[in-house]
């Protein structure tokens, strides 16, 4: 039996805008989400002799992990009863931070179980990805995704121009649903109206989005909770970046450079930060393959 791999891409939000809430008390959104090549390193192979089912091993993150629950997901759907294999996921990406790390990383192992067990298809990984989080569908084909309805709606867009990512993690880590509760307390969705607006704008660009789209509602929410947010900001445009947002609900901070080497030179100026800066550049579907 071998051991196969697989990288799941950390990804951002180049544009995330809020609308109303929904009855399933979710909100409607409208976001562009870009995997990047920062990403976990994870690899599906047998447990250990004796080992009565599957495990994880994540140095780094405690308790449930998402991408057991994902190979489990798989196991039930399939009914694929190979005998237990243990999951080993390297963190590269930022943990609650904003960058889907942990919905990464579900998909990646929904990857795995598919090329192992040679069951399932594409549309059952996405069946099952929709039932384990709201972000993971779009990591189901990392890449340059449209994400609308509450994240659920996706249509993949093609790959955009290269260009260099200056991510600035946090020391904290906030919850996505704390940032999405601070949302609602002060008060930052817009109407049905100007969110279905936003999105003709967006379509138009084919996601290649103009300054004036790149845009995060939940930036705000964020930074209520976390207000040193602002300084990471500050970093970024001081460091040279074209654009600088909170990344999805939070807390690292991205900035965009239209030359790669100017994001590399950026981190380099900001090596003596802690945490360190990681550079990035955006990456297609092929950045997840298992081998
Ligand atoms: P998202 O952008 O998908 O909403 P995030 O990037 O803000 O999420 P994650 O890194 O996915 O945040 O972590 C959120 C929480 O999920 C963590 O605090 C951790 O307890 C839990 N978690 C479960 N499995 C994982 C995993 N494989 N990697 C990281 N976190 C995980």
Same mark, same amino acid.
């Given at each position: 039996?071998?051991?196969?791999?697989?990288?799941?891409?950390?990804?951002?939000?180049?544009?995330?805008?809020?609308?109303?809430?929904?009855?399933?008390?979710?909100?409607?959104?409208?976001?562009?989400?870009?995997?990047?090549?920062?990403?976990?390193?994870?690899?599906?192979?047998?447990?250990?002799?004796?080992?009565?089912?599957?495990? +994880?091993?994540?140095?780094?993150?405690? /308790?449930?992990?998402? @991408?057991?629950? *994902? %190979? &489990?997901?798989?196991? #039930?759907?399939? !009914?694929?009863?190979?005998?237990?294999?243990?999951?080993?996921?390297?963190?590269?990406?930022? +943990?609650?931070?904003?960058?889907?790390? /942990?919905?990464?990383? @579900?998909?990646? *192992? %929904? &990857?795995?179980?598919? #090329?192992?067990? !040679?069951?399932?298809?594409?549309?059952?990984?996405?069946?099952?990805?929709?039932?384990?989080?709201?972000?993971?569908?779009?990591?189901?084909?990392?890449?340059?995704?449209?994400?609308?309805?509450?994240?659920?709606?996706l249509e993949p867009l093609g790959p955009p121009e290269p260009y260099g990512v200056l991510i600035?993690?946090?020391?904290?880590?906030?919850?996505?649903?704390?940032?999405?509760?601070?949302?609602?307390?002060?008060?930052?969705?817009?109407?049905?109206?100007?969110?279905?607006?936003?999105?003709?704008?967006?379509?138009?660009?084919?996601?290649?989005?103009?300054?004036?789209l790149i845009h995060n509602d939940l930036e705000a929410a964020a930074r209520s909770l976390l207000?040193?947010?602002?300084?990471?900001?500050?970093?970024?445009?001081?460091?040279?970046?074209?654009?600088?947002?909170?990344?999805?609900?939070?807390?690292?901070?991205?900035?965009?450079?239209?030359?790669?080497?100017?994001?590399?030179?950026?981190?380099?100026?900001?090596?003596?930060?802690?945490?360190?800066?990681?550079?990035?550049?955006?990456?297609?579907?092929?950045?997840?393959?298992?081998?």
């Open positions: 039996m071998s051991v196969l791999r697989a990288d799941a891409p950390g990804k951002t939000n180049v544009c995330l805008y809020l609308g109303p809430t929904r009855s399933d008390g979710r909100h409607e959104l409208v976001t562009v989400m870009q995997s990047l090549t920062v990403a976990d390193a994870i690899t599906l192979g047998p447990a250990p002799a004796g080992a009565a089912q599957d495990e +994880v091993q994540c140095p780094g993150v405690e /308790g449930e992990n998402l @991408a057991l629950s *994902a %190979l &489990r997901a798989f196991r #039930a759907a399939t !009914g694929w009863d190979a005998p237990p294999r243990r999951l080993t996921i390297d963190k590269r990406v930022p +943990v609650a931070a904003g960058m889907g790390g /942990g919905s990464g990383d @579900a998909a990646a *192992a %929904l &990857r795995l179980a598919q #090329a192992d067990s !040679g069951l399932g298809d594409l549309a059952l990984l996405y069946e099952l990805a929709a039932a384990l989080g709201a972000d993971v569908p779009a990591q189901v084909q990392p890449g340059r995704v449209l994400a609308t309805g509450a994240g659920e709606v600035l993690p946090s020391r904290h880590a906030l919850s996505t649903a704390d940032v999405y509760r601070e949302a609602d307390r002060i008060g930052v969705a817009r109407s049905a109206e100007e969110l279905e607006a936003i999105l003709k704008d967006i379509q138009e660009f084919a996601g290649d989005l103009p300054d004036a207000p040193e947010i602002g300084q990471a900001l500050v970093e970024a445009v001081g460091a040279g970046a074209d654009r600088a947002f909170v990344s999805g609900s939070g807390p690292t901070v991205v900035g965009l450079f239209s030359v790669v080497e100017e994001a590399q030179a950026a981190a380099q100026a900001l090596a003596g930060r802690d945490p360190a800066p990681i550079v990035a550049t955006p990456v297609g579907p092929g950045a997840g393959q298992v081998t």
